[in-house]
């Protein structure tokens, strides 16, 4: 079942010294499934958070429509079924947190036991249980993003929209308020956040959306990702000789040197048995052996036209390997 879709939707403001409209979203159209994480990437200004805004009916598309589990996006049915953190939420400094939770719950519709008893278990959720008498002023940056999550999650919405969950946020913070999500997701919750944080978007997605200039370009989801570098092998090697990648360059896409070790990029897995037998044959030592898969930060750099060479100091490469390590197929 589908939870969200956004199709061709087109939206455009008028500028503020200007008449001229322009238009900020040119046909925007993505979709997720109930209980996956959908991501949300694109660089400053490319038009996420207007999206966000119509699926959740707060801006009205030009053209287009957004729908909620079937349900017009901005209508009564869709909003009962989202929650939405905001990339700047507002919280009463003065209230606590279970004041501010009680004054969130009032807001959509709840009350009474009911609502305490909500309170009770989305405080927990988001391990903010021991300062949920404490006032809002006194949080961290990254207990006032839990306290957001929590009044997202209070009346139990099967959609959570989330704009930059993790901005501002440690490394412990950022892995905190992931587990929340990978526990909501566990819990049957479909996900869809923007971020810029790569690595983070990259351990939790199922696919992820990536947005440039008003349009999504592409819908990308891991195993595609991981898919694109299939059959790509690394082969790092010591004492070449000279002339090596001209010997092996129908077995060999890319070879780069650096302080005596070579890093040949194989093109295809069957080419692998070739290339370290000629290694060998010509003195060389073999070093490492590694599957090549693209990281998503390399496929958003791809996106962008700045992608990097690949190579074996590539930051970028070095992670992919580390995903692909991590209960992947490699
Ligand atoms: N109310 C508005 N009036 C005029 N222009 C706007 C309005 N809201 C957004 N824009 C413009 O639309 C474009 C997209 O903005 P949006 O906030 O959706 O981007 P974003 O992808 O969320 O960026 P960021 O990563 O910085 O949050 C920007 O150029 C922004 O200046
Ligand atoms: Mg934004």
Redesign the pocket.
């Known amino acids: 079942m589908e939870a969200l879709r956004v199709d061709d939707v087109r939206k455009s ?1 008028r500028g503020d010294l200007s008449l001229r409209r322009r238009e ?1 979203l040119r046909g925007v159209s993505l979709w997720a499934e109930a209980g996956e994480i959908l991501g949300f990437l ?1 660089p ?7 999206t966000i805004k119509i699926i959740l009916g707060l801006l009205r598309p030009d053209s287009g429509s957004a729908t909620i589990f079937g349900a017009p996006a901005g209508g009564r049915d869709a909003a009962r079924r989202i929650g939405y953190l905001p ?1 700047t939420p507002y919280f009463h400094p003065h209230l606590s947190l279970r004041e501010f939770l009680e004054f969130c719950g009032v807001l959509s519709g709840l009350s009474g036991a009911g609502l305490r008893g909500r309170i009770g278990e989305t405080i927990d959720l988001v391990g903010l249980g021991p300062h949920a008498g404490r006032r809002l002023r006194g949080f961290s940056k990254g207990m006032l993003q839990r306290a957001g999550l929590a009044q997202a999650i209070l009346h139990d919405p099967d959609l959570l929209v989330l704009d930059e969950p993790f901005s501002g946020l440690d490394p412990l913070g950022r892995k905190t308020v992931r587990d929340i999500l990978v526990d909501l997701k566990g819990r049957g919750r479909t996900i869809f956040f923007s971020s810029h944080i790569l690595p983070d978007m990259e351990a939790l997605c199922d696919r992820t959306a990536i947005i440039r200039e008003g349009t999504v370009t592409r819908s990308v989801t891991l195993d595609e990702i991981y898919r694109l570098g299939e059959g790509r092998v690394e082969v790092t090697a010591r004492g070449c000789a000279p002339g090596t990648a001209h010997d092996l360059a129908d077995y060999v896409e890319s070879a780069q040197c650096s302080g005596g070790e070579t890093f040949l990029l194989v093109r295809r897995q069957e080419f692998v048995r070739t290339v370290i037998q000629h290694l060998y044959r010509s003195g060389a030592e073999v070093l490492e052996v590694t599957n090549h898969h693209p990281s998503l930060e390399e496929v958003f750099l791809d996106e962008f036209a700045i992608r990097p060479s690949p190579g074996g100091t590539d930051p970028a490469k070095s992670r992919a390997v580390g995903a692909g390590a991590e209960g992947r197929a490699s």
Not at 44 to 50: C, L, R, S, Y
Request: net charge neutral; hydrophobic share 25%; no cysteine.
């Open positions: 403001f900020v694109g400053n200004g490319a038009g996420k958070t207007t990339e």
